[in-house]
């Protein structure tokens, strides 16, 4: 599902990243240059299955070269643009303004800007702070510390995204390929799909050697360690029930 499939266009779409990877690497965390990133992720997250283009292509998969940005963008993806702005605020990852952000062509002339300029909606300090603290849980399946409830992620925005990075990953190939593989293991083992999300986790290791995000949720799974979204039937991904209700 993840192999190329059109190998001109996977190499347009590399060059289309490359175009990008400077600018995004060295001041993806920028404020304005993460609204912008964020807002190119939801406006194809809420288009789909529209495919974007193959400039957009290019820009996301190069967005992801930025570590925090990656996280962020995870983060969106389970909950909502905004609440992982406000938990980049308050895990200190955002930066002040760039001069001039890294923007996807036609995103202001071609109008693909409108209705996805994102900001922080709640600015105070237990806003904040909790954000912080969900952002956290996020990444982590939704673990939740201090005998605090897991807050169940938006499971109707993660399979669509699923359904988006499965297409952005058969678009690229090389290195860039290795953050989209290792985000959809990611998703795999929210969802308590730990051999799917293991097959995941190694094969993005194939592109990036030791790429860090797979290889620890790769040592996490060896270990047995589940999702806590996956082991609370309040919480757990709905596909999960729907198939044992089949079964």
């Not at 600018?23 to 529209?50: D, K, S």
């Not at 193959?54 to 940005?69: D, E, I, K």
Request: proline share 6%; glycine share 10%.
């Amino acid at each position: 599902m993840t192999a190329v499939q059109d190998p001109g266009r996977a190499s347009k779409v590399v060059q289309a990243a490359e175009s990008f990877l400077a600018r995004l690497g060295e001041h993806g965390t920028a404020e304005n240059q993460l609204c912008v990133t964020l807002g190119a992720w939801e406006r194809a997250l809420a288009h789909w299955p529209e495919h974007p283009d193959t400039p957009m292509c290019g820009y996301l998969v190069a967005s992801l070269c930025n570590t925090p940005v990656r996280d962020a963008v995870l983060v969106s993806l389970a909950t909502t643009p905004e609440m992982s702005l406000a938990g980049m605020v308050g895990t200190g990852y955002l930066q002040p303004d760039t001069l001039a952000p890294a923007v996807p062509p036609n995103w202001y002339g071609g109008s693909q800007a409108a209705g996805y300029d994102i900001e922080v909606l709640d600015e105070s300090d237990d806003a904040i702070a909790a954000a912080a603290e969900l952002f956290g849980d996020v990444l982590l399946g939704g673990s939740a510390g201090d005998g605090r409830p897991s807050r169940a992620p938006n499971w109707t925005r993660m399979d669509l995204a699923e359904e988006l990075l499965l297409f952005l990953t058969g678009s690229v190939d090389g290195p860039g390929k290795a953050p989209l593989l290792c985000m959809l293991g990611w998703v795999q083992w929210c969802r308590g799909r730990g051999t799917w999300a293991g097959m995941y986790f190694q094969a993005s290791q194939e592109f990036i050697p030791g790429y860090k995000l797979a290889n620890l949720l790769e040592r996490l799974l060896d270990v047995g360690y589940i999702a806590a979204w996956a082991k609370d039937h309040e919480t757990a991904w709905p596909g999960q029930r729907r198939q044992g209700e089949a079964a």
